[in-house]
């Protein structure tokens, strides 16, 4: 026997072995925080939610992107052009010059009213709508993108529909993204949708100019909940249903027109309860 060729094949035999191992537990371990960051939390973790009495009743995001800030600003509009879409014309609609000072431009006739607020929201509410014969989830959805697609040139991306009070009628929240990040707080449209149609709009429409600064690493989901866990109110929380958590560019209303939004984890508990969670520092940024 060559013994020297038997060793070396030896030898080849061990470092592919030791590849495979190798390559193996790395495979595994890629794995192991892709269920990390989806449905199988740290146990410690669970233990602080559930002292506060938070429970989970979603997925965590399996990747996490670097990011920088975000230019943001205003849009502005014209009022009087924007509500000729809301009422077909200014013929009979009331245009006095608003008494309150955070009011650009108010518009009213018979049961509708359109405000036009300086921080830039828009807010349309009709009460004299009927009861309507009922709808569903889809329907209320298709009217609420209906309804902004004859006020609103924007393109949005829908985030939840949740039933809203009176059986029937759900509210329907949108938002504004950049490459795939969402805009979120004090941004994007909110709308309460009846069997008769839409009865209120809240809508914040803004300008993105670009990044600002380089891309940064971010905290994970899971660090946002614990935040959150910690920041709890003592003794006793109320008890709260975690059902959404997304990654995106925190927007508040500020004394300027334009300003830079820093990534945020967006904690949605249902209805309009969302907690934000700076991606940067981990801080509760509002609630």
């Known amino acids: 026997m060559n013994w020297r060729r038997a060793k070396n094949l030896l ?78 014309t200014l013929d009979g609609v009331d245009t006095s010059p608003p008494d309150d000072p955070l009011l650009a431009a108010a518009f009213r006739r018979g049961e509708e009213e359109l405000l036009f607020y300086r921080s830039g929201v828009t807010v349309y509410t009709n009460s004299g709508l009927g009861a309507g014969d009922g709808q569903t989830e889809a329907e ?32 329907v929240e949108f938002c504004q993204s950049w490459e795939g990040q969402p805009l979120v707080g004090a941004s994007g449209a909110v709308l309460v949708v009846t069997p008769a149609g839409v009865e209120h709009c809240w809508r914040r429409q803004l300008t993105v100019f670009g990044e600002s600064g380089i891309r940064r690493s971010v905290i994970p989901a899971e660090a946002a909940l614990l935040t959150l866990a910690l920041e709890r109110p003592r003794p006793q929380a109320t008890p709260l249903t975690v059902k959404g958590i997304t990654l995106g560019y925190y927007n508040e209303i500020y004394n300027a027109d334009q300003w830079e939004a820093a990534p945020v984890w967006q904690i949605w508990a249902g209805g309009d309860i969302n907690f934000y969670i700076n991606a940067y520092t981990g801080e509760l940024e509002a609630e």
């Open 140 to 171: 209320a959805q298709q009217r609420a993108e209906e309804f902004l697609g004859r006020h609103s040139g924007d393109d949005l991306q829908l985030l939840s529909v949740e039933p809203y009070r009176r059986q029937g009628t759900y509210m």
């Open 11 to 88: 030898l080849v035999s061990f470092l592919l072995l030791d590849l495979v191992l190798a390559w193996l537990y790395l495979d595994l371990r890629a794995d192991a925080r892709g269920q990390v960051a989806g449905s199988h939390l740290d146990a410690d973790l669970l233990e602080q939610l559930a002292a506060n009495n938070i429970s989970l009743a979603a997925e965590l995001p399996r990747s996490v992107p670097e990011l920088a800030l975000l230019q943001v600003g205003l849009k502005r509009q014209n009022p009087y052009s924007l509500a000729a879409t809301f009422f077909g």
